[in-house]
């Protein structure tokens, strides 16, 4: 299956272009984090979970105006536009990383952690342990970003998950779009 996902290329991007626009968007989105606020577990998951959905949407979307104005724009405003929504993905999911590892880690350096794949776990698992009775520990500056209650616990892993797969598999359905109306051609241009 992964061989599948990585031979997909974009409408008008490559997959190269594309992850350039993502890592674009990511490096700016560390970059201009100052806020000091921070993002427990359960809610980065689910709110990365609603930034990938709309990146896939807004990938559909963009991609449908794109094939309407080949031949009447010139390609590389085309290439800008379709390289919108990686973009959009990079920035907002550095920018949960670099919250969420504020909280995790204690500081800002480990929201690379975000592009590396599997390690990028360790965002959804590590929590510091800050026990006020340690006198050697500094004790962790937490301001939390303030989330809805269904976006914590069981109902936020499950909300997550489910918004995850939705999200990847309306994905994949939507890339081969294309070649499933031309189904019906195929079989008839194979029967005569």
């Given at each position: 299956?992964?061989?599948?996902?990585f031979?997909?290329?974009?409408?008008?991007?490559?997959?190269?272009?594309?992850?350039?626009?993502f890592?674009?968007?990511a490096?700016?989105?560390?970059?201009?984090?100052i806020?000091?606020?921070?993002?427990?577990?359960i809610?980065y998951?689910?709110?990365?979970?609603?930034?990938?959905l709309?990146?896939v949407?807004?990938?559909?979307?963009?991609?449908?105006?794109v094939?309407?104005?080949?031949?009447?724009?010139?390609?590389?405003f085309?290439?800008?536009?379709a390289?919108i929504?990686p973009f959009?993905f990079?920035?907002?999911?550095m920018?949960?990383?670099?919250?969420?590892?504020?909280?995790?880690?204690?500081?800002?350096?480990?929201?690379?952690?975000?592009?590396i794949?599997?390690?990028n776990?360790?965002?959804?698992?590590?929590?510091l342990d800050?026990?006020?009775?340690?006198?050697?520990?500094?004790?962790?500056?937490?301001?939390?970003?303030?989330?809805?209650?269904?976006?914590?616990g069981?109902?936020?892993?499950?909300?997550?998950?489910?918004?995850?797969?939705l999200?990847?598999?309306?994905?994949?359905?939507?890339?081969?779009y294309?070649?499933?109306i031309q189904?019906?051609?195929?079989l008839?241009?194979?029967?005569?």
């Amino acid at each position: 299956m992964l061989s599948y996902i990585f031979s997909i290329k974009g409408f008008i991007l490559s997959l190269d272009g594309l992850l350039l626009s993502f890592l674009f968007g990511a490096v700016l989105a560390y970059f201009t984090n100052i806020s000091l606020k921070t993002l427990y577990r359960i809610p980065y998951m689910f709110i990365l979970a609603f930034a990938f959905l709309g990146y896939v949407l807004l990938t559909y979307a963009i991609n449908l105006l794109v094939f309407r104005l080949i031949g009447t724009l010139p390609l590389a405003f085309l290439v800008l536009l379709a390289a919108i929504p990686p973009f959009l993905f990079g920035y907002i999911a550095m920018y949960l990383s670099v919250s969420r590892a504020r909280d995790g880690f204690g500081k800002k350096g480990a929201a690379w952690l975000l592009v590396i794949p599997l390690l990028n776990l360790g965002l959804f698992i590590v929590t510091l342990d800050d026990d006020p009775e340690d006198r050697d520990e500094k004790p962790i500056n937490r301001n939390p970003i303030e989330t809805p209650a269904f976006m914590n616990g069981a109902t936020g892993i499950i909300a997550a998950t489910i918004i995850f797969v939705l999200s990847f598999t309306g994905g994949m359905m939507l890339v081969t779009y294309p070649s499933i109306i031309q189904i019906p051609e195929l079989l008839f241009m194979g029967t005569r």
